[in-house]
């Protein structure tokens, strides 16, 4: 119904983000609102909450379609296959205020300049914006674009130039509150949700509306019992989401609430430095950063001097990060996209902690406030966890397929009751009553309360194991992972590197390598000073802080580091420039000490950090550090030894982290931060190689060696060398010995040939001659023809990722198939190659450290961190114990809680259908089950099953297959339709026997073995039945028969139902279950074979022939032995449902399994020793790699 609009009735929201929305314009009509209002009185409150669940309905029901410049309403849709709706109120914002105060007039030259979003956005002559709240983001009405735009951050398009100039001086007050009016406070504010709240949201739910509507059904028939058990039930069931849901809503209202009341500097640009609330904040403001350990209250740009800025809360690695200011650079370019280095060395951003701030030449340190509240960094990390990404999993669309075919069932089953009852002659009240009965015994209101203690038992058994989760959703998701994806530094292998050597080298080439582990000084020299400078520590409280690989190398040269103007001051270097000496203790050097004036920081994009220095009363110099591949490139070639490639190669195979370092002397005539980084890195003379181990963790080669064995994909993603990743996913067993590893090289377009991709086999011996390249790894030459034997793995860096990305997308799944090692990925890479696994229908886990992972642990279907950080919060799934033996039990548990997820649905719907069965069969005498006799099932008999049969571990195994993702996969439904029909059969059976019995119509006594006066009042002929206790209608002999074999046989169900191995403990293990379910039997055997007249009064049972209770018995017996015989020999047997599929051609429609079929029947793949280019049409065998195998079948799958 919201799908036929006109140009300017709908628009997209957030284009191309991952947020992306459709948004409708709709107006409100008074007559459709009096309708709606007139319904809602008369439905009972029914249709405001039908609207409450349906929110398109409300707005199709209440508005009609316009122009989203005329809309009072909008319709929002999003644009994943959830295709969610919500609806909001459009809102003026009246400027008019600020006439007064401020003269503020239509074409005051404040509003009339429309570079900016916000006074486009402001409608003239009546100073109103238009705006709208999703998500707690604010969307102005830009008047000049007609359409809906985000507010509370500059706009992209401005120039590094740009920004100097317009906010440098910082904003005039009338700027400062128009953007306060019109952008919203700066804030992050997560209020509390009043408990009050939470609790209708969770009532309001549709199915604890239905189990309202069974308890009120069950009170008028006087069946109190187990609506007060129902109602303990779901109150309790309500309790602990409330409970929950209240948990974390004040965790992350404490985590943000201190963001909120920060003072802080802002330059305005008439009245000067004015101490403000941070909630007073606007972009564009222009702080001043003094002091240190300050927290940052918005996303801001430096633009002058220097800081060193904690971001763990963000990344969850607590290494202090220098950032530089933003160079003002003449181009109109925009200031993001104006560098190749990363644009975010130059951002504060919000929530993180500048440890260090310090000024250049003006003494102070200016940034510009980039965004503010929810559009900051910290705030999107918020949002994110308030507006989760609903997870797309079967098994929950199932469940409702699963519901509405219960219901289909009991509307059969009220039609059945209607005519049998109507035909009777019963009264109105009585034929109604008994029809809404239908419903609530065919869809079991018991069964929310069954799936959550399985859950619940499932979390607290990870709990145990130090896994905590605050998704309990997603741990049913874990049991369908085939594919996880490791970090490696910190996750496959140890947090810390151990310094092993460096291999210094001159003109003649590499020198011997020196080892510290020797206890031999390093010889003072230019790589000596190099590592004393050449990284970004800071000091503070007198301790060094910094990067772990920073801290090793600078720890190794037994210097110590100081402030300049506390002792000394060095003339030329700014007052607080860091100072490095040797130790009184350190063998003779030549000199005092070096200064460290300026730093161009490490970043990931471009593998590399300079700093420039002066020798205490000597040369100024500058030293870099970085990828050897990387470094060298930037060196006077003749100064990079000719066995460079090789050199790298000994190491890098051998797992160690390797760093290149170079340096050059530098001719000084003025400042150093007016020098440009290109001329820095110029002309550099190679020094030689840093050696690092990183060893593996003792936990990582078994938990990945068992994954493996289980089928499981594992896939390593890394911002390491790819010859390191390589070594080590051979080392932890990702890679087997007989595997073969072909290298992926993809290289852009350049001016002389298009965009180009490479396959080569990496082999251990042989080397190639250098290349001004990031891979330096021995290449086979040639290739013997059984090359395609064995199976092979893909490696690949960031970079060729990126250039397949985007000029070879029909290669990319291809690669993806057999692609294990991705190397040099920065953060979003890491994110956009979960998203591609996914899109192939892969289930995929992420775990890592929590640095950089962020965005992967949240795009996939199961994160988990191994870091305890505030970015862990990001994570579904966090670990205590930093090692990745998390994974294989957070899979066992999620396989084993799929699995009692899908027999409690099983359970369920044959207790249900049982039920069912047993009293339709009774309506047809007019008769059915009595209150105590349906107590008895539903309290006795299924609660206690339904809370005990949860309780079973996992199994601690992992097999190479993985439980059913589906509820309505073939051997699920086919164990529940014979399991029905079994049971139809016997009620159906027992049904007609019983009436068939010599004794059923003589109403004789002796037909009872108990006494005779006990037998006169039992024994009654249904022909002219007594009236015995309150209940007394329902006793007759097929009451009796039917209850019995409807009771017993739950009993049944729950022993054939409840399964062991291969993905749980063994039902035996299982000791409460085993247990209840030999109490129950024992009690129900005791109930058939005792003749205690006062008991079978009370449960209005009749007194019958012990042959006919041995006949009863005789067929539950029966029942039993075939049930258990079809389940496992039929359900459960693996091969034979292979068997099926063969016999059928059945094959699965997940998007890698048809890939692996088509790759199979590919004779060109893996392409070896090839190059294609991007541009090239399908000119040969294996070299544009078309599939026909698959492309001719596309359209059919």
Not at 1062 to 1074: D, E
């Amino acid at each position: 119904m919201g799908d036929h609009f006109e140009k300017g009735q709908q628009a997209l929201l957030n284009e191309g983000e991952e947020n992306e929305m459709e948004i409708f314009g709709y107006r409100t009509q008074s007559c459709r609102k009096t309708l709606c209002l007139a319904g809602s009185i008369f439905s009972f409150g029914i249709l405001p909450l039908v609207f409450y669940w349906r929110p398109a309905w409300h707005v199709w029901a209440n508005c009609i379609p316009c122009s989203l410049q005329e809309a009072d309403v909008v319709l929002l849709r999003t644009t994943d296959e959830f295709q969610t709706y919500s609806w909001k109120k459009v809102v003026w914002i009246c400027l008019s205020a600020m006439n007064s105060a401020f003269g503020i007039i239509p074409d005051h030259p404040l509003i009339t300049d429309e570079d900016y979003i916000i006074n486009r956005a402001i409608r003239k002559p009546d100073l109103k914006v238009r705006c709208i709240k999703v998500q707690k983001i604010r969307y102005v009405w830009n008047n000049l674009e007609g359409q809906f735009q985000k507010i509370g951050s500059l706009e992209d398009w401005l120039s590094s130039a740009k920004i100097h100039v317009k906010f440098g001086s910082g904003l005039t007050t009338e700027e400062q509150e128009i953007r306060r009016l019109i952008c919203g406070p700066n804030t992050i504010d997560v209020e509390i949700t009043p408990i009050w709240k939470l609790l209708i949201k969770e009532v309001l739910n549709p199915f604890y509306i239905f189990q309202l509507f069974s308890v009120c059904l069950w009170f008028s028939e006087e069946y109190k019992e187990y609506a007060f058990a129902i109602i303990i039930m779901s109150i309790i069931s309500i309790a602990l989401t409330v409970y929950d849901l209240r948990e974390q809503s004040v965790k992350l209202h404490h985590l943000v609430e201190s963001h909120n009341s920060i003072t802080v500097s802002v330059c305005e640009k008439k009245a000067g430095v004015q101490e403000l609330e941070s909630r007073f904040l606007v972009p564009g403001d222009l702080l001043i950063l003094t002091g240190n350990k300050v927290q940052m209250p918005c996303d801001a740009i430096l633009i002058d001097g220097s800081c060193v800025v904690d971001e763990g809360m963000l990344t969850g690695e607590s290494i202090p990060v220098t950032k530089t200011p933003l160079p003002k650079m003449d181009s109109s370019v925009p200031w993001k996209t104006q560098s190749e280095a990363d644009y975010k060395r130059h951002v504060l951003f919000c929530g993180t902690e500048v440890i260090q701030a310090r000024g250049a030449c003006s003494g102070t340190v200016k940034a510009v406030v980039l965004q503010t509240g929810f559009n900051t960094a910290k705030g999107d990390l918020v949002r994110s966890i308030l507006y989760p990404k609903p997870m797309n999993f079967k098994l929950y669309r199932d469940a409702i397929r699963f519901l509405l075919c219960l219901v289909g069932t009991a509307t059969i089953g009220m039609i059945y009751t209607l005519c049998v009852y109507v035909l009777s002659g019963e009264t109105p009240e009585e034929v109604v009553k008994k029809a809404l009965d239908v419903i609530t015994i065919a869809v079991p209101p018991a069964l929310p309360a069954a799936l959550t203690t399985g859950i619940i038992y499932a979390q607290r058994r990870l709990k145990k194991r130090g896994i905590f989760c605050i998704s309990p959703q997603r741990i049913n998701v874990c049991g369908q992972l085939n594919l996880v994806c490791f970090d490696k530094t910190g996750t496959l292998t140890r947090d810390g590197l151990d310094l092993w050597g460096v291999v210094p080298c001159d003109r003649s080439g590499f020198q011997e390598v020196h080892n510290f582990a020797s206890g031999k000084a390093l010889p003072w020299g230019p790589l000596y000073a190099a590592m004393a400078s050449c990284h970004s520590l800071i000091l503070l409280d007198g301790t060094i802080h910094g990067d772990p690989l920073d801290l090793k190398m600078f720890e190794a040269t037994t210097w110590e580091m100081v402030v300049s103007g506390h002792d000394f001051h060095i003339k030329g270097a700014p007052a607080c420039a860091m100072v490095v000496k040797p130790c009184k203790t350190t063998s003779q050097v030549p000199v005092e000490g070096i200064a460290i004036l300026h730093q161009f920081p490490f970043s990931s994009a471009l593998q590399r950090m300079t700093v420039i220095v002066q020798e205490m009363g000597g040369d100024w110099l500058a030293f870099m550090k970085g990828a050897p591949e990387r470094v060298a490139s930037f060196c006077q070639p003749e100064t990079v030894p000719t066995s460079f490639v090789s050199e790298l190669q000994i190491y890098t195979t051998q797992g160690f982290r390797v760093i290149g370092l170079a340096y050059k002397k530098l001719e000084m005539d003025h400042h150093t931060t007016a020098l440009m980084r290109d001329q820095v890195e110029s002309d550099l003379i190679f020094l030689g190689l840093l050696i690092l181990e990183n060893r593996l963790k003792e936990e990582t080669k078994p938990a990945l060696e068992e994954l493996i064995s289980a089928r499981i994909r594992t896939v390593m993603i890394t911002g390491d060398n790819l010859q390191t990743a390589i070594t080590v996913a051979r080392k932890s067993g990702m890679v087997s010995e007989s595997q073969k590893v072909i290298l992926i090289e993809a290289n852009e377009t350049t001016e002389s040939s298009s965009a180009c991709i490479s396959w080569q086999l990496v082999e251990e011996k042989k080397h190639i001659a250098y290349r001004n390249q990031d891979n330096y790894i021995n290449i086979r030459e040639e290739v013997s023809d059984n090359s395609r034997e064995g199976s092979y793995h893909f490696a690949l860096s960031g970079k060729s990722f990126q250039v397949i990305s985007q000029h070879f997308g029909s290669l990319l799944p291809k690669i993806l198939i057999n692609g294990t090692i991705f190397a040099r990925m920065s953060p979003g890479q890491k994110s956009s190659l979960v998203e591609e696994f996914q899109k192939l229908d892969y289930f995929v886990g992420m775990c890592g450290d929590g640095a950089n992972d962020c965005g992967a642990l949240k795009m996939a279907h199961v994160g988990v961190s191994l870091s305890e950080q505030e970015a862990s919060v990001a994570s579904p799934f966090t670990s205590k114990t930093p090692n990745i033996q998390c994974v294989p039990h957070l899979i066992k548990e999620g396989r084993a809680a799929l699995v009692t997820s899908f027999c409690m649905f099983k359970y369920m719907a044959l207790y249900s259908m049982i039920q069912y069965v047993g009293v339709l069969l009774l309506y047809w005498e007019t008769n059915s089950l009595s209150n105590y006799q349906f107590l008895f099932q539903d309290l006795a008999i299924t609660t206690l099953i339904g809370v005990t049969m949860n309780l079973n571990g996992a199994y601690p195994k992992l097999v190479p297959f993985r439980p059913a993702g589906r509820l309505i996969s073939p051997p699920l439904l086919l164990s529940v339709i014979l399991n029905i029909l079994l049971s139809l059969a016997m009620h159906i059976v027992g049904f007609i026997l019983v009436q068939r019995q010599p004794w059923y119509s003589m109403g004789m006594h002796s037909t009872c073995t108990v006494q005779n006066e006990t037998t006169s009042k039992l024994t009654i002929s249904p022909t002219a039945p007594d009236k015995i206790g309150s209940n007394g209608v329902f006793t007759s002999f097929e009451n009796t028969t039917i209850w019995f074999l409807g009771t017993i046989n739950c009993i049944i169900v729950a022993l054939v139902f409840s399964k062991g191995k291969p993905f749980r403990q063994p039902t035996y293990t299982n000791y409460i279950f085993v247990l209840v379910l030999v109490i129950q039997l024992s009690v129900c055997l005791f109930i058939l074979f005792a003749d205690i007249p006062e008991l079978y009064r009370r449960l209005d049972l009749l007194c019958t022939p012990v042959l006919w209770r041995v006949y009863i018995v005789i067929m539950l017996g029966s029942n039993f032995i075939v049930s258990l015989v079809v389940e496992e020999v039929i359900i459960e047997n693996r091969a034979l449902w292979m068997i099926i599929k063969r016999c059928f051609g059945y094959q699965s429609k997940s998007q890698y399994r048809i890939w692996q079929r088509a790759l199979a029947n590919d004779p060109s793949w893996p392409p070896i020793n090839q190059t294609s280019y991007s541009d090239m049409p399908a000119c040969g065998r294996g070299v544009s790699y078309s599939n026909p195998v698959f492309e001719s079948n596309e359209e059919q799958l």
